[in-house]
């Protein structure tokens, strides 16, 4: 069983400011790594997959890499909207997700 | 546009049922691989079930299977949940989420989610 595990748990950052998430995995997933963001009562939303590659729709601000078992999602801008749970999931095996990184305003 | 909107959800008791349904709009529904994935209060995701495009192929995560059984109406646009002998732990909000695939691989990631459904087993 693949166990992700990611930090920091929460994450404070000024609006404008670049955040860095990390997300790591207990064996190689290889570039199987997706992201997702959750607000508040809303679902998540694919912001990456395949370690690197942003889902449709998604501003060029996001961006993700990594590859084996070290994973870093980067907002190189905070805007408002972008406060909120970041997941990442595995799909190298079945799917798993990490605990989240909550980025929440400084 | 297209979209995912689940119901069903609702309030009981522990060795009880609940069926789920999730309906699918915007896209060609049987064209697509599809899952449920749950969130307990509070905590993080974990993913409960897939059903292939036709659904001939169904995969259980081990905390559900023998209880919970997925099906899909490829006519009706429409995704489920049978959900038996449920437990305080199956407290959870349901999503329905759609697969997404880059390659060849044999596993997933989800590509568009529905707003989910809250069900709540409690006495």
Do not use: H
Request: hydrophobic share 35%.
């Amino acid at each position: 069983e693949i166990v992700m595990t990611q930090s920091p748990a929460t994450l404070s950052v000024s609006p404008g400011e670049r955040a860095t998430l990390s997300c790591r995995a207990s064996q190689s997933v290889s570039s199987n790594l997706a992201w997702y963001q959750q607000k508040p009562g809303q679902a998540p939303r694919l912001l990456i997959y395949g370690a690197s590659t942003r889902a449709t729709g998604i501003p060029a601000r996001f961006s993700g890499s990594g590859s084996g078992t070290e994973f870093t999602l980067t907002i190189s801008s905070l805007q408002s909207e972008d406060f909120a749970v970041y997941y990442c999931q595995q799909y190298n095996n079945w799917p798993c997700f990490g605990p989240g990184t909550k980025v929440d305003i400084k | 546009e297209v979209q995912l909107v689940e119901s069903g959800g609702g309030l009981v008791q522990p060795g009880g049922s609940l069926r789920l349904s999730c309906a699918a709009s915007g896209f060609t529904f049987s064209s697509y691989e599809m899952n449920w994935v749950r969130q307990a209060p509070g905590k993080g995701l974990e993913w409960v079930s897939y059903i292939s495009s036709s659904g001939s192929t169904i995969y259980y995560a081990d905390s559900v299977k023998g209880r919970f059984t997925i099906s899909r109406d490829n006519a009706k646009n429409s995704l489920y949940l049978q959900m038996n002998s449920l437990r305080a732990e199956d407290t959870a909000v349901y999503y329905c989420a759609r697969v997404g695939r880059d390659g060849y691989n044999l596993f997933w990631y989800f590509d568009l989610w529905g707003r989910g459904t809250l069900v709540t087993v409690s006495s």
